[in-house]
């Protein structure tokens, strides 16, 4: 099956600076991968859509500049959380989908962030 | 507005007792509808895919059904390691972004 492999499973940073989570798709290529949030006890809330060779799509009310996201090959996604805060702790899940027919999209394991 | 629904929120079972549980979607044009199984502090994990009104997906004591309106996941006699947080997505025809439901948080007890 397909395997989305996230890093790292969880950090804690000091408030101020920046944290890197990496998402790879291991076993298949993906033009596409997305970025979601999710507090506790609540659904998964789309931040923004990856796209391999060109510029994230952002949902609305999450900061660009804050959330920076590099797709920089078909099986690689970053994103980065710059001079976090407090309450940018929460757990962050990609998802990665397979180039062709099928829609359904494969998630990683997800990364817990503390800011302390 | 494209919506989604799940219910109920939370469900307690015994172990060998049936159950269904329901999404309820309004969307434009419905691509595709997706359940997922979440455990705590893990990312979702795909059970299926489903694409028009009449279809039908089973795997191992997960079923599952879509309307035109609503999906329902039946959990046969269900085991203890059935329990997890089962979440419904659906996408709109146009795009593959998911719009994902708040989930059922389902425990079975031995």
């Known amino acids: 099956g397909a395997v989305v492999s996230q890093h790292p499973s969880w950090v804690i940073c000091k408030s101020g600076t920046s944290v890197k989570i990496e998402c790879r798709s291991l076993?298949?290529?993906?033009?596409?991968m997305f970025w979601y949030r999710q507090f506790p006890k609540q659904s998964l809330m789309l931040m923004a859509t990856?796209?391999?060779?060109?510029?994230?799509?952002?949902e609305q009310g999450v900061e660009k500049d804050k959330f920076l996201i590099n797709h920089a090959s078909l099986t690689l996604s970053t994103l980065t959380v710059t001079s976090a805060h407090p309450e940018d702790s929460s757990f962050y899940i990609c998802?990665?989908?397979?180039?062709?027919?099928?829609?359904?999209?494969?998630f990683g394991q997800g990364t817990r962030l503390t800011v302390v | 507005e494209d919506q989604v629904t799940q219910s109920p929120e939370a469900l307690r079972l015994q172990e060998g007792e049936s159950s269904s549980l329901n999404c309820s979607y309004t969307?434009?044009?419905?691509?595709?509808l997706f359940w997922y199984r979440q455990d705590p502090g893990k990312g979702p994990e795909f059970l299926f895919t489903?694409?028009?009104a009449g279809e039908e997906k089973e795997k191992e004591r997960l079923k599952a059904t879509l309307t035109k309106k609503e999906s329902f996941l039946h959990i046969t006699a269900p085991k203890p390691e059935d329990s997890a947080t089962y979440l419904c997505?659906?996408?709109?025809?146009?795009?593959?972004?998911?719009?994902f439901g708040t989930g059922t948080r389902l425990k079975v007890l031995a």
């Open positions: 998802s990665a989908r397979v180039i062709g027919v099928n829609t359904e999209a494969f």
């Open positions: 076993d298949f290529q993906a033009t596409t």
């Open positions: 990856s796209n391999e060779g060109s510029k994230a799509t952002y």
């Open positions: 969307v434009s044009g419905l691509r595709g």
């Open positions: 489903l694409y028009s």
């Open positions: 997505a659906v996408q709109e025809e146009g795009t593959y972004k998911y719009i």
